[in-house]
């Protein structure tokens, strides 16, 4: 079995439709444009890594029949991909083995502040669900003949910086990225997918829009390039139309063989 990558959300921050029920330039009609805030799975046949928890992140694991999590490694602190962390509770209870997560200083601070009572001991009936481990350059795992590696690169993200994951040097997964060190462009080379913040048509300071991404494409040139935190401007079909074919925006659900 190869290994499979799964975009289970991804919309922007406040997801489309907001939670006003406001759509803006998404047609309603298209299931397309229904987007949950950006998490991601990695799948083999005994192992699932879960990219992020976002606010979304229970109705995703049960659209996708998603029956366990083994470990978690985040992109950044941000609300949109961290706050669906409570919703884990059920696979330690499952397993009776707490979860590793994997994350950077920054983040690492915010879920340790946030949501303590997931890491440490409160001394309460609940206890502590999930071990908080330093995240790596590298991470290799192994799944009988399948190997899965991430590798971490950290990329700007307005004025934080936020990891992108590079499985197998093949697949690179950013969803909130405003700009790859040069020091680090030659890590993009050769890659078979490119899935990346494209949050809406015009410049946002902390994420790149349509037109970075294709500036970006024509450098380090990817075999196929998925848009994915996108916004309530970018409607699906009309997105599609402006693109050319090994370009394509992400729906909910969307699967990537890797
Ligand atoms: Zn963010």
Redesign the pocket.
Known sequence: MSIKFTILGCGY?MGVPRIDGFFGRCDPKNKKNYRTRCSALISSKNLNILIDTSPDLREQLIKNKVKSIDKIFYT?H?A??THGINDLRVFYLKNKTKLNVYADDQTQKYLLKSFNYCFRNQGLSYPPIMNMLDLKDNHKFVDKKNNIELKSVVVK?GNIN?ICYIINKKCAYAS?ISKIYDYDIKLFFNLKYLIIDCLRYDPHY?HFNLKNVLDLVKVIKPEKTILTNLNHEMDYNQLKKKLPNNITPAFDGMTLLI
Do not use: A, F
């Open positions: 921050s950044h941000h949109d991909q993200h936020s909130d902390s």
